[in-house]
């Protein structure tokens, strides 16, 4: 069984693709290493029909779950964790100079948080405060895949915590 996000992702991928990891470069400042595979495709291209499903798909979803929430008497709120692209964006920038990985992945969370606008439902951004942690120095990913490590998880769960407080 797999997650939603994973499955939405499985959609974007083209079949046959195998390992989308066309270069693999890192990055190392004191006791923190991290790599970015280059890819074969990026968010450059969320115009194609994929893209376009995938959107689709994920509105719905989230409509789905303030439904759902709603439904249980409770507040529905989504949680933005960035891709390590993202927090790492200049790094990566320097690292892939000619790939268009970035400026269209601003685009894509503008409309998300557009949308989430249009439709009433809050949002926690963890964007500032992974990419703050990042800067001092902090491994908030694994080294090698997108996942966050305990620290990372640490920092998402404080931002949290400061906005149900809010």
Do not use: C
């Amino acid at each position: 069984y797999h997650s939603f996000v994973y499955n939405l992702a499985k959609l974007t991928i083209p079949s046959g693709s195998g390992n989308l990891a066309l270069d693999v470069k890192a990055y190392t400042a004191g006791a923190t290493r991290v790599e970015f595979p280059g890819r074969i495709f990026s968010s450059a291209d969320r115009w194609d029909p994929q893209f376009v499903v995938g959107w689709r798909l994920t509105t719905e979803a989230i409509r789905d779950g303030r439904r759902e929430a709603e439904a249980m008497g409770a507040r529905f709120v989504v949680l933005l964790i960035p891709y390590k692209e993202e927090v790492y964006r200049e790094i990566v920038a320097r690292l892939f100079p000619d790939a268009p990985l970035l400026a269209p992945q601003d685009e894509v969370s503008a409309r998300l948080l557009a949308f989430l606008g249009q439709e009433g439902i809050g949002s926690i951004d963890t964007t500032p405060a992974l990419r703050a942690a990042a800067a001092r120095g902090e491994a908030i990913y694994q080294v090698s895949d997108a996942h966050l490590t305990a620290r990372g998880n640490a920092v998402v769960a404080g931002v949290v915590v400061e906005a149900l407080h809010r």
